[in-house]
């Protein structure tokens, strides 16, 4: 229903307000896609959104987590900050995993919530909640807005702090008496941020010792993180990888930063790395790590960590080199800036073929292996299968856990920025909407969603949004209804007592898939599995696939925790 | 070991809080803190003083400190030539007759009595917290009813030895 101007009225005086500002500078942002969910304290916001509809592309979540998953997915593959917005109290709480998970993977989202307004803050009004304090550990940095005239500066701030250094999120948090009421359509947008001027020039004098050490080094090994592909050097990297012969390891985040199928390439190192890949970090004699943050995961226990090797770290956070491991020669650099600089300083490198043999042995020794059962169907050979018919050109989003880990180790990546994981937070029911956003960042290419069927039903409500946009997302529901991560590790460590871990009680995903207009299938054999495929990919629309996986296959070759990198079990069958 | 590190920041809201938090998120001990104005409008300095196990977790702290948006500096001065001082309030039993001998007392500590009442009186003592302490041990037979001490505020001395190699934390690559 319209609703008409009375007559005798005087026609509305159309004037600026906050919600207006906010728009105009998201517009000079070049922002096209927000993330969000409307709610009390964000009308005013939305209202303006709805006027500079034509500017945006919003898309409307089922749950505040999904909007800001979507965002991270959207991120990772664009490498454009993702902009989320949620209303004050709930909405920005929801929000709270999401945070915690860019914070610790270093994605770069801007993230506008809702407060009440500044007349109430602090008097536990309706849907407050302390946003600031809340978000203060796990952001970047993070804003009130206090004067309205702040905010085009405040949200460009936002923009250049999330993308720039270390990329991370970013929360403005904007009482709605700003968002309201009209203001002056003056404002100054200039920012100084003299506590924050990322250093992204290597120091040459390190880029020397790292050379002179390269020129002696026996055993030479790289260690890719996901910094290589925010510096976008992936190029650089394989050059000097290359010309050096050194071979490469990656960790869970830097999987595609080296191509997969490299003669030079290890695969993930790391709790279930490779043997290969642990091995030589366990015996090199140089370590060069490059944009990795040596996470726990990744060095199993540190006594045993690369003990006799001169430890080389690249990383643009300073506060990252020396964190766990000790460093020998540090190199605050953004990773594009120093392998550019290496390959000037570092011209010679002493002969290691005796290393590389011997590390190629252990690679026939000691592949990935797993026990195909012909008939059912086993993790490991789906994600083959998938890699196999999308030649290992999609991309692909995980949640966390064992599907996680058999994606990482046989969903080989040969090109960078198509992998979506939520590594250092571990977050079940990251996967899916996450995929939602890579597949509005690149509406051209595969997406697919591996996803278990515990953290499937997490946000699987953003059903919703890929049929409403028809988003040919491929979810594949690695199903072996359980926590599979937890039982293995109830198995391992705790005598089989599988403690709330088994998944009884399922929907059926086929009719859950059905009921949202998505096309959905069930397969439980090889045969269907592979005559299904080519349907599944050919078909451009959304897809569930719940394929139904021996249960009791486990996660190996594995550090247990505490153990060392040379420690791994189930490395044979 | 006993650190003193102090922060120049931008004097903005939340940026006390930014700084506790993160020293608690990482587990670091503070035993005290201070901050104020500075002779610049927007800025504020802090004195922290915190108990590290090693070099390594002190560097931690220092860069950490660094990432902060609102943190413009972060200098270790424990060991540069710095003056600091704290100041402590004490409020002591007194009946009249023991005035006379506490006056004795505090005098060589160039404390001061700045309220006396009926059955208490209080002291104002300025000084390092050694100094501080030192007072307070004297003064606790006669029995302290209250104490507040504002925490250790300190900055470099005008002139620095330049024979001693100092430590240094920089983040810049120079």
New interface residues.
């Given amino acids: 229903m319209k609703v008409q101007t009375k007559p005798g009225t005087a026609p509305r005086i159309e004037t600026k307000t906050g919600a207006d500002l906010l728009v105009e500078s998201l517009i000079k942002e070049k922002v096209d896609i927000l993330f969000g969910y409307p709610g009390g304290a964000v009308l005013p916001i939305y209202d303006a959104i709805y006027k500079a509809r034509e500017s945006f592309t919003h898309i409307l979540t089922r749950h505040e987590q999904g909007a800001i998953h979507a965002a991270e997915g959207y991120a990772r593959v664009s490498g454009k900050p993702g902009v989320v917005i949620a209303t004050s109290g709930p909405g920005a709480t929801n929000l709270v995993t999401g945070i915690a998970d860019a914070m610790i993977d270093s994605l770069p989202l801007v993230i506008f919530t809702g407060q009440v307004a500044r007349g109430v803050i602090g008097t536990d009004a309706f849907q407050e909640a302390d946003v600031m304090g809340i978000t203060t550990p796990i952001t970047k940095h993070n804003y009130q807005v206090q004067h309205v005239s702040d905010l085009p500066r405040i949200v460009k701030e936002a923009f250049h702090i999330a993308s720039t250094g270390r990329p991370g999120p970013v929360v403005v948090d904007i009482p709605k008496d700003i968002s309201a009421n009209p203001c002056k359509d003056e404002y100054e947008d200039d920012f100084h941020l003299p506590g924050y001027q990322p250093n992204i020039k290597p120091n040459p004098l390190q880029l020397k010792k790292l050379a002179n050490v390269l020129e002696t080094a026996e055993k030479p090994v790289i260690l890719a993180g996901a910094g290589v592909m925010f510096g976008s050097a992936s190029e650089e990297l394989r050059t000097f990888a290359e010309k050096h012969s050194l071979p490469v390891a990656t960790t869970l985040l830097g999987l595609g930063s080296f191509p997969g199928g490299h003669p030079l390439a290890l695969g993930m190192a790391g709790m279930h790395g490779t043997f290969t890949a642990n091995r030589a970090l366990y015996e090199c004699d140089l370590l060069i790590n490059i944009g990795a943050r040596f996470d726990d995961r990744l060095t199993g226990n540190l006594q045993h960590f690369a003990p006799s090797a001169t430890v080389a770290h690249i990383d643009i956070d300073p506060a990252e080199i020396g964190k766990n491991v000790t460093t020998h020669i540090p190199v605050v650099s953004d990773s594009k800036a120093a392998l550019q600089a290496l390959s000037f300083h570092a011209e010679s490198s002493a002969e290691h073929d005796e290393w590389l043999q011997h590390l190629s042995g252990y690679q026939q020794e000691n592949p990935l292996w797993y026990k195909n059962p012909v008939k059912e169907m086993v993790p490991q050979w789906v994600i083959e299968a998938v890699h196999k018919i999308t030649n290992g050109n999609a991309i692909v989003t995980t949640d966390v856990g064992q599907h996680q880990m058999w994606a990482a180790q046989y969903y080989a990546f040969e090109e960078p920025d198509r992998w979506v994981t939520s590594g250092g937070l571990g977050t079940m029911g990251f996967g899916f909407p996450a995929a939602i956003g890579a597949q509005l960042a690149k509406p051209e290419e595969t997406v697919i969603a591996f996803v278990g069927d515990g953290g499937f039903q997490m946000t699987l409500q953003e059903l919703s949004v890929l049929q409403e946009r028809r988003l040919p997302v491929k979810v594949i529901i690695v199903n072996n209804g359980a926590l599979g991560m937890v039982r293995q590790w109830q198995e391992t460590f705790y005598e089989e007592r599988y403690s709330e871990s088994l998944l009884q009680i399922q929907p059926d995903f086929v009719k859950l898939a059905d009921s949202y207009g998505i096309r959905g299938y069930r397969v439980d054999n090889q045969e269907d599995f592979l005559d299904l495929l080519p349907e599944v990919f050919s078909y451009n629309g959304p897809v569930v696939l719940d394929c139904r996986v021996l249960q009791q296959e486990n996660v190996y070759p594995m550090i247990a925790p505490g153990k060392g990198l040379h420690q791994m079990i189930g490395v044979k069958p | 070991m006993r650190r003193i590190i102090t922060a120049t ?2 004097n903005r ?2 940026v006390l ?2 700084i506790t ?2 020293l608690q ?1 990482r587990q670091f001990n503070i035993e005290s803190i201070s901050v104020g104005r500075t002779e610049t409008d927007s800025i504020s300095k802090m004195t922290l003083v915190v108990e590290v196990e090693d070099n ?1 977790k002190l ?2 702290l220092t ?2 400190l ?7 500096k972060v200098t270790d001065i424990t060991d540069k030539a710095i003056v600091a001082r704290e100041l402590a309030l004490i409020k002591v039993v007194s009946a009249g007759q023991l005035r006379n001998e506490l006056q004795g007392i505090i005098e060589p500590f160039r404390a001061t009595i700045i309220d006396v009442s009926k059955d208490s009186l209080s002291i104002q003592v300025t000084g390092k917290p050694e100094k501080i302490e030192a007072l307070i041990e004297l003064l606790r037979p006669y029995g302290i009813k209250e104490l507040a001490r504002t925490g250790m505020t300190a900055f470099l001395r005008g002139h620095q030895p330049q024979t001693t190699e100092l430590p240094s934390y920089s ?4």
């Fill in positions: 920041v931008q809201s939340g809080n930014r938090g993160l998120k390594q560097e931690q860069k950490q660094n990432k902060q948006i609102d943190v413009l983040l810049l690559n120079r």
